[in-house]
């Protein structure tokens, strides 16, 4: 037992970032499940751009990347940060794996936001940054030694475009989804940019 949690300590010093957004998404789901939503909502909810630009409250534009609405939403969200987040924030550190969840949470919320109002919340939108920028970096810099195989590449794009064709049994922050999707693979083109410099 002790054994396992020097593992875990080692492993979140070694990804603190990706430790921390794990932390706070339990957190926040824990405290929405014991009847904290609607504070929660209240304090870090998204707004409309309008409200926004009068209160200035900018960092609810990120607030939605916390909130999860079901156990299966925050357990394949929170998998997949762990899985590639941590891979990513290991290869190219803190730093890196920061710009891309700041971007990535930016351009998601925003999208959404914009197509579908404030109702959405979930770490999707970051979750497809990372996938669209492992999957490019994999094929633009092999030699890099990250990549997924095509099985799951196949599954992610399928799951993407299903949600567009609204026959899931869940909703869909679709939106979210996509532009999550192009704000990771645009980084990894201009990350392939530089190293190439």
């Known amino acids: 037992m002790r054994g396992n949690t020097n593992n875990w300590i080692n492993t979140a010093k070694k990804t603190p970032l990706t430790s921390l957004v794990l932390v706070a998404c339990v957190l926040v789901y824990c405290l929405s499940y014991l009847g904290a939503f609607d504070a929660i909502r ?12 009068q209160t200035h409250q900018w ?25 590639l987040g941590s891979q990513l924030e290991r290869i190219f550190g803190t730093v890196t794996l920061s710009i891309i969840f700041v971007v990535s949470a930016l351009a998601s919320n925003i999208a ?71 704000s990771g693979c645009v980084m990894a083109l201009i990350s392939h940019q530089i190293a190439s410099l």
């Open 112 to 182: 959404q936001l914009v197509v579908h109002g404030p109702n959405f919340g979930g770490l999707n939108g970051v979750v497809y940054a990372l996938f669209g920028f492992v999957w490019w970096i994999g094929f633009l810099r092999p030699q890099w030694g990250i990549g997924l195989p095509n099985n799951l590449i196949i599954f992610m794009l399928a799951w993407l475009a299903l949600g567009y064709l609204d026959i899931l049994w869940v909703n869909m922050a679709n939106e979210a989804h996509l532009f999550g999707l192009i």
């Open 42 to 53: 209240s304090a870090i909810g998204i707004r409309s751009l309008g409200e926004l630009s």
């Open 59 to 83: 960092w609810r534009l990120l607030g939605p990347v916390l909130i999860h609405f079901s156990v299966m939403h925050i357990v394949f969200n929170l998998i997949w940060w762990w899985i």
